[in-house]
Structure formats: C-alpha cells, structure tokens
C-alpha cells in the first residue's frame, strides 16, 4: 500500500539555520512521482519540486535543495539559512503511474516549520 | 493570470443539510482535482475531474460528489453533512500542457463547519 510518513510534526529553528524536512515513502510501484508542497497560513498549497522515481539526482533551486534516495526510500527537503518567511506547514506528497492518474496524490501529515527571527 | 478560486470561503451548516462548492480552475487548466483537509487524517484525495468526466475517485462515501463543466468549473456537493465533513475542502488544477503529472495549483479552499 502506499504510503508516505512525515516523522517530523514541528520544527523550531532560529533565522539562518539550516533545516532538514524528513520524507519516507512505500509504494509497490515502479514508476511513480513525488512532491513537496508548502503551505502557508492563507490555506492554498504551493508546488515546490516534483521528482520522478528514475531521476534521483538531487537537486537545489536557491536556499532549497532535495535529496531522493530510493535505497532508503527517503525523499528530504533541506532549507539552507532559513527565513521567517519560510514558516510553513511543508507537505511530501506521492502520486503512482498505477493509481488512475499521477495527480492523485498521497500526502504526508505535513511538517509546521516555525523560524524565529 | 489569475489563480485557482473557490468560493465561498467560509461557511457554516448543521447536521442533515447539504453543501455545495465552486471552484475556477486557471485559464487554460483542465484538470481540477479536490482534496479535504481535517486535522485528523489530514490531506486526502476525493476526486479528479477532466474535460467533464470524473477520471479518480478517493475513498469517500456517496454523499461526496463532484462535476465539471464544459468552461472547465467544477462543483462539489455534500449532502446529508455529519460533523465529521467540517474541513478545508481544497480545489487544483494542473495544466493543459503538463498533462495530469501531479503539478497541482491549489485555491485557498473552503472551510466548512457542520454543526
């Protein structure tokens, strides 16, 4: 069955520390996607990154920066030198080529990224 | 390029009454999906609708149902509201020229509590 486990419920840091969001997902499918989402206090879910399950090289897009690891089925989500404005609830997400559409995603219970200036 | 809308954005029913919600997908988008969120089994997968036709469904009663129009709008209903439907129910839709790769834009949702 699928499934996508955040550990981590809250995280605290101070502005410019480096945080890392942990993701670890299950799935029997060989071919399938996975997201971060971000989502704010005003409600709507912003798309981050989305990684397909045969690229695992990591990628970094400015302060954010992803590392997907099949071995371990992890998929983590580091923030480097974070800001208040990062304050987020943050969402891992999986969707699967064998679920009738890969925008059927399955969600993390998320992650509420507090930084404190 | 405006963004996903829903509408409405708050609103408040009792027990046994139905609900229905809009939601304005971006220009050009065809896809909308709907997920709902509670503070209890957090983000879950109720439906996806594309050119009209329900293409996925999540694992929700009956009395959760949706449509699509031509003008790519959708609507969903819930009807006979027990407390556990109060939720942010969350509108997305994904892009024409992506195709359905799960690269979702969200609304801001609407919260609905039943009481």
């Known amino acids: 069955a699928q499934k996508v486990t955040q550990a981590q419920t809250e995280i605290s840091v101070v502005e410019k520390e480096d945080v890392t969001l942990d993701c670890v997902y299950e799935?029997?499918?060989?071919?399938?996607?996975l997201f971060w989402y971000k989502q704010p206090p005003s409600g709507e879910l912003v798309f981050l990154i989305r990684?397909?399950?045969?690229?695992?090289q990591n990628e970094i897009s400015g302060r954010y920066s992803w590392n997907f690891q099949k071995s371990t089925s992890s998929f983590n989500f580091t923030i480097t030198a974070s800001q208040v404005v990062d304050s987020a609830v943050y969402f891992c997400?999986?969707?699967?080529?064998?679920?009738?559409?890969?925008?059927?995603?399955?969600f993390g219970a998320g992650t509420r990224l507090a930084v404190h200036p | 390029k405006a963004g996903v809308t829903q509408t409405p954005r708050y609103l408040i029913k009792t027990r046994g009454q139905q609900v229905t919600l809009s939601c304005s997908p971006i220009?050009?988008?065809?896809?909308v999906s709907w997920y709902q969120q509670t503070p209890g089994q957090g983000l879950q997968f109720l439906f996806e609708y594309f050119s009209e036709t329900q293409r996925n469904k999540g694992n929700f009663p009956g009395r959760f149902s949706g449509r699509q129009f031509s003008n790519s709008r959708s609507e969903m209903n819930v009807s006979t509201l027990e407390l556990g439907d109060s939720a942010l129910y969350l509108c997305?839709?994904?892009?024409?020229?992506?195709?359905?790769?799960?690269?979702?834009?969200f609304g801001e949702g609407s919260r609905l509590t039943v009481l």
């Open positions: 997305a839709s994904s892009p024409l020229a992506g195709g359905r790769t799960g690269e979702l834009f």
């Open positions: 997400a999986l969707s699967e080529a064998g679920s009738g559409g890969y925008n059927k995603l399955i």
């Open positions: 990684r397909n399950s045969f690229d695992e």
């Open positions: 799935t029997r499918d060989t071919t399938y996607y």
């Open positions: 220009s050009g988008h065809r896809s």
